[in-house]
């Protein structure tokens, strides 16, 4: 699934996360792989529950204990995987090599703690030879790159004194504070309104400029995936569906799943006497999932095997990939 010639930053190779539940093992995320190059911006859509947050905390290697597992797979970052590291370099990776953000600041965010002390935090642990001025003026900076007003006050504010677009900001400057090389967004202006949307998701992008960070954008906004990632992968019940650079996805979806998904986004054109067409049925329940395509009792264009056999992503066109028996029935001809 190498999108370039380059070696990828970060290969995510067949991952599979299952949980213990009352109904017995499930599988959450079943054979998900991806790559992210340094400077990408990957997006990663699908309807909720799908694996979006699961895949991101697998990658950090935050899974709730002891109810979750990470049954199979690779999490390669820079050829080293993650998975066989102790969870004491593990502890290093989080932070400064890998950040992630959160819809909710408040779960990132210590109540108790002044701001200005929480970001200083991320330094002494990642940076343990600096000095409290050295630290105290860092934070002072980084809360000034990301657009905090009277920044010298805020650093002296709990979290609760914020509005919710400061305290995203505030959550932004902890995860950028060590200039990670790849930062996980799961949905991190879904509670936010429009404006305050487009200026933090600037905000990423101004840092994915400057350093060359690698973002992964998690949404169920279609329309932000659009307007920001260069590839993005849709998911669906715990597998990938499709995976494609950006521009090739919304034009050319080859997945029924993934055109359903994009018929049913609203449009300007779209009259109040035309519904918008949705997807019939619902996902599985992840303990009655069907032996071949997840997809099949949703999908309009099942054939005989998609009831028995689990399609495997398979190349529609080079770096374009979808898990659907239809690629290798010649449908790509018609693509
Ligand atoms: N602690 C848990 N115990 C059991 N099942 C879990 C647990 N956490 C997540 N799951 C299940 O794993 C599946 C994937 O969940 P996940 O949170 O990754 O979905 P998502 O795509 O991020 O959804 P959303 O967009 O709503 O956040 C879901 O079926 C969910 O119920």
Redesign the pocket.
């Known amino acids: 699934m190498n999108q370039t010639n380059r070696p990828p930053l970060l290969a995510v190779k067949h991952l599979g996360v299952s949980?213990q539940?009352d109904r017995g093992q499930?599988l959450?995320v079943d054979d998900v792989s991806f790559e992210l190059q340094s400077g990408q911006v990957l997006g990663i859509a699908?309807e909720?529950?799908?694996?979006?947050?699961?895949?991101a905390l697998s990658l950090m290697r935050l899974l709730?204990k002891p109810?979750?597992k990470i049954q199979d797979g690779e999490i390669l970052l820079k050829g080293q995987n993650l998975l066989d590291l102790p969870i004491k370099t593990m502890r290093k990776i989080r932070g400064k090599k890998i950040a992630m953000i959160f819809q909710e600041p408040m779960t990132a965010l210590n109540p108790v703690h002044t701001i200005g002390r929480q970001i200083a935090e991320c330094y002494s642990l990642h940076f343990p030879g600096m000095g409290i001025n050295q630290k105290r003026t860092a934070s002072l900076q980084m809360l000034v790159k990301v657009g905090i007003p009277d920044a010298r006050q805020v650093m002296k504010k709990y979290p609760h004194q914020l509005s919710g677009g400061m305290r995203q900001r505030v959550m932004i400057g902890m995860a950028l504070a060590c200039e990670p090389d790849i930062l996980i967004a799961d949905?991190p202006t879904t509670a936010l309104d429009v404006t305050v949307q487009a200026q933090i998701m600037d905000l990423i992008f101004q840092f994915r400029d400057t350093t060359g960070m690698a973002v992964i954008l998690?949404t169920?906004d279609l329309g932000l995936i659009a307007e920001n990632c260069d590839r993005v992968i849709i998911?669906y019940a715990?597998t990938v569906a499709e995976s494609a650079a950006v521009t090739t996805l919304f034009r050319h979806p080859f997945h029924p799943y993934t055109k359903g998904l994009l018929q049913s986004i609203p449009s300007l054109a779209q009259t109040a006497k035309a519904p918008l067409p949705t997807i019939p049925g619902n996902v599985p329940a992840?303990y009655e999932m069907p032996v071949g395509c997840r997809f099949v009792k949703r999908c309009n264009r099942a054939l005989m095997q998609c009831e028995n056999h689990r399609p495997r992503l398979m190349p529609v066109s080079s770096s374009h990939f979808a898990a659907c028996h239809l690629v290798r029935d010649g449908e790509k001809k018609l693509n």
Do not use: D, N, R
Not at 48 to 55: A, E, L
């Open positions: 949980f539940t499930v959450a699908g909720s529950g799908c694996g979006k947050s699961v895949t709730p109810v979750s949905e998690i169920h998911m715990g992840l």
